[in-house]
């Protein structure tokens, strides 16, 4: 199956995107990876890793 994947009926049409590579944990603290090859962090789990960095993608975009 090529191209992106097909969206179910009960999937939020809202979803934030964002490279999974970005998040990663260090001694089990999780960080996110800003585009400059800098960690934001830690955060305690790998979701709060996730939110922070859909959180500044926001405002970087609005940049």
Same mark, same amino acid.
Do not use: C
């Given at each position: 199956?090529? =191209?992106?994947?097909?969206?179910?009926?009960?999937?939020?049409?809202?979803?934030?995107? $964002?490279? +999974?590579?970005?998040?990663?944990?260090?001694? =089990?603290?999780?960080?996110?990876l800003?585009?400059?090859?800098?960690?934001i962090g830690? $955060?305690? +789990?790998k979701?709060?890793?996730?939110?922070?960095?859909?959180?500044?993608?926001?405002?970087?975009k609005?940049?």
């Amino acid at each position: 199956m090529k =191209g992106s994947p097909k969206q179910r009926k009960n999937d939020s049409k809202v979803a934030a995107h $964002f490279r +999974t590579h970005r998040i990663h944990a260090i001694n =089990g603290e999780w960080y996110f990876l800003a585009r400059e090859g800098q960690n934001i962090g830690p $955060f305690p +789990t790998k979701q709060d890793a996730e939110t922070g960095l859909a959180e500044f993608l926001k405002i970087v975009k609005k940049r």
